[in-house]
Antibody, heavy 119, light 110 residues
């Protein structure tokens, strides 16, 4: 079945960077855009950006421009989200989500990766 | 860019109907489609409505969606409320290469 599998929890110090992988299976990895969504503790969903796994084209939310980099490795059907200059405000759960082919929304979600930024 | 505003919380008894609104700050709510996601505590979101009023397979027909283009708002309606419907619900729309999520609504089944 279609799945997005993410890595386990990460703990980082302020100022560091974190790279979160998202491994896709059960569908053609290059056929759908892949998005990243953040959720701070007790807060709502926040869209960070998207990547076209076929071309590598990326589009980032203005809030994260300059701090986020989304990449992919098609040989292993894995997308990555790297966030630099971490602060405590970056603590939260990071989800990858597949964009649907025929509408502008997400139809499959990863289980989420918890990132904790603490000194 | 635009923002999507939802009520913070709604509550109702089992068997009743709740309606969650999603108001767009600028632009037309009908110009781009609207999705609704359900998120239970500790879990990833799942889609309950896509393209304003379409249900993915497996989602009961107690869930429905609509838009009111004159008021720039979309709505998620949950009828025949069950305890399993207790969750956070988010609307989502898209414009100018950006996805935007609503602020989220906590549904409590009394």
């Amino acid at each position: 079945q279609v799945q997005l599998v993410q890595s386990g929890a990460e703990v980082k110090k302020p100022g560091a960077s974190v790279r979160v992988p998202c491994k896709a299976s059960g569908y053609t990895f290059t056929g759908n855009f892949l998005d990243w969504v953040r959720q701070a503790p007790g807060q709502g969903l926040e869209w960070m950006g998207r990547i076209n796994p076929n071309s590598g084209y990326t589009s980032y939310a203005q809030k994260f421009q300059g701090r986020v980099t989304m990449t992919r490795d098609t040989s292993i059907s894995t997308a990555y989200m790297e966030l630099s200059g971490l602060t405590s405000d970056d603590t939260g759960v990071y989800y990858c989500a597949r964009e649907a082919l025929y509408y502008f929304g997400m139809d499959v979600w990863g289980q989420g990766t918890t990132v904790t930024v603490s000194s | 860019n635009f923002i999507l505003t939802q009520p913070h919380s709604v509550s109702e008894s089992p068997g009743k109907t709740v309606t969650i609104s999603c108001s767009r700050s600028s632009g037309s709510i009908a110009s781009k489609n609207v999705q609704w996601y359900q998120q239970r505590p500790g879990s990833a979101p799942t889609t309950v409505i896509y393209e304003i009023n379409q249900r993915p397979s497996g989602v009961p027909d107690r869930f429905s969606g609509s838009i009111d283009s004159s008021s720039k708002s979309a709505s998620l309606i949950i009828s025949g409320l069950k305890t399993e419907d207790e969750a956070d619900y988010y609307c989502q729309s898209y414009d100018d290469s950006n996805h935007v999520f609503g602020s989220g609504t906590k549904v409590t089944v009394l």
